[in-house]
C-alpha cells in the first residue's frame, strides 16, 4: 500500500512539472527568451562577384553569440550618389543569394538575401537527433542574427536606414513576424512587410506537410513544435508589430491550408493589403515559374506605391 501511494506520489509529481514546463514554454514572454541582436559586429568573410550588372557581395559576420551570420548584398553597379532602400529577403531554406536570385531589375535598391543557419534537410534519422539541441539554438536566433544584420546593413553608406523591408516568402513569411518584433524592440523601423504564403501555428503546417513520412509521426511532431518553438509562433508576435503590410496567398496551397492561412491574415495588423493567386504553393520549378513572377510583379508594385523603394 505505501508502494503504492510512494508510486503515486511521485506520478502527481512528474505531470505536475510536466504541465509546468508546458505553460512556461508556451506562454512565456518572446522577447525574454529570443536571443537579442548584437551591434558593431566585425566582417569576418566578403566575396564579390559581378553578375547581370549588379554587384553581389557576400557577407559573413561574426557573433560569439549568435554564431556566424551569413548573408549576400544586391547592389547596383555603379552606385547611386544617393542612399538607398533596403530589401531584407528570408526565402526558403538555402543561401540568401539563392533566395534573391529570381529578383530582377532592382533599380538602386539594396537587396539582403539572408543564409539560413540550418541545413536544407535539417530533419530525418540520427543526424536530426543527435544535432537537435545545435539546431534548436541556431532555429530561436534566427531573428536576433537577422536584425544583426539589419543593424549592420542600416550603418553602411549606402543605406538609407528610415526605408527597410522585410520580404518573407513560405518559410521566411512564417520567421518574419519574430524578425520584425527583435527588430523593432531594437530600435530599428520596418516599414513594409510581405509576408507571402505563410500560414500559422507551426503545428498546423508540420501536420498537413505532404513531405513528413510516415503519416503518423506528423501529430506528434506538431505537438512538439509548436511547444518547443511557441516563442517564435508568428501569432505571437504580429499584433505588436506596426508598419504597412502585404499578404499574398495561394487559393489551392496544398502546403498551408485555409485554416492556417486565415490565422496568419487576421492576425497581421492594418494597413494591411491581401492578394489571393490561383494555383498551388510557390515555388522555383519550372512549373511554377509563371506565378514566381507574378509575385515578385505584384510585391515590386506594392513597395513602389507605397514608396518603400526606388523605381527602376
Same mark, same amino acid.
Given at each position: ?171 521566411? #513569411? +512564417?520567421?518574419? =513576424? ?7 524592440? /531594437?530600435?530599428?523601423? &520596418? @516599414?513594409?512587410?510581405?509576408? $507571402? ?69 487576421? #492576425? +497581421?495588423?492594418? =494597413? ?7 494555383? /498551388?504553393?510557390?515555388? &522555383? @520549378?519550372?512549373?511554377?515559374? $509563371? ?22
Amino acid at each position: 500500500m505505501r508502494f503504492r501511494a510512494v508510486l503515486l506520489l511521485i506520478a502527481m509529481l512528474l505531470a505536475s512539472g510536466t504541465a509546468g514546463a508546458d505553460y512556461w514554454l508556451r506562454y512565456r514572454d518572446p522577447l525574454l527568451v529570443l536571443p537579442r541582436p548584437e551591434h558593431g559586429l566585425s566582417v569576418v568573410g566578403t566575396e564579390k562577384h559581378l553578375e547581370n550588372g549588379r554587384m553581389i557581395e557576400h557577407v559573413v559576420l561574426h557573433s560569439v553569440e549568435l554564431g556566424n551570420i551569413g548573408f549576400a548584398i544586391n547592389l547596383p553597379d555603379p552606385m547611386p550618389q544617393r542612399k538607398m532602400p533596403i530589401l531584407v529577403v528570408l526565402g526558403g531554406l538555402g543561401t540568401g543569394e539563392n533566395n534573391i536570385r529570381y529578383l530582377t531589375d532592382c533599380g538602386n535598391n539594396a537587396i539582403i538575401g539572408y543564409d539560413w543557419p540550418v541545413p536544407v534537410h535539417f530533419y530525418g534519422g540520427g543526424w536530426s537527433t543527435t544535432h537537435l539541441p545545435a539546431v534548436y539554438k541556431r532555429v530561436v536566433g534566427i531573428p536576433a542574427q537577422v536584425a544583426s544584420a539589419i543593424d549592420w546593413a542600416s550603418t553602411q553608406p549606402w543605406a538609407d536606414g528610415q526605408r527597410i523591408s522585410l520580404l518573407g516568402f513560405s518559410l521566411g #513569411a +512564417v520567421a518574419s =513576424p519574430a524578425v520584425q518584433d527583435i527588430v523593432e524592440h /531594437d530600435g530599428q523601423h &520596418i @516599414g513594409w512587410t510581405i509576408l $507571402a504564403y505563410g500560414g500559422a501555428p507551426f503545428g498546423d503546417l508540420i501536420a498537413t506537410s505532404p513531405h513528413l513520412k510516415p503519416i503518423w509521426i506528423r501529430p506528434i511532431l506538431a505537438a512538439s513544435i509548436d511547444l518547443l518553438l511557441g516563442p517564435l509562433q508568428p501569432t505571437r508576435h504580429l499584433a505588436h508589430l506596426s508598419g504597412h503590410f502585404l499578404i499574398l496567398e495561394g487559393r489551392d496551397d496544398s502546403l498551408v491550408t485555409q485554416a492556417a492561412r486565415e490565422r496568419l491574415r487576421d #492576425a +497581421v495588423p492594418e =494597413p494591411k493589403t491581401v492578394v489571393s493567386f490561383d494555383g /498551388d504553393h510557390m515555388g &522555383i @520549378g519550372p512549373d511554377k515559374m $509563371a506565378l514566381l513572377q507574378q509575385i515578385i510583379a505584384v510585391s515590386r508594385k506594392w513597395l513602389l506605391q507605397e514608396g518603400a523603394i526606388d523605381p527602376v
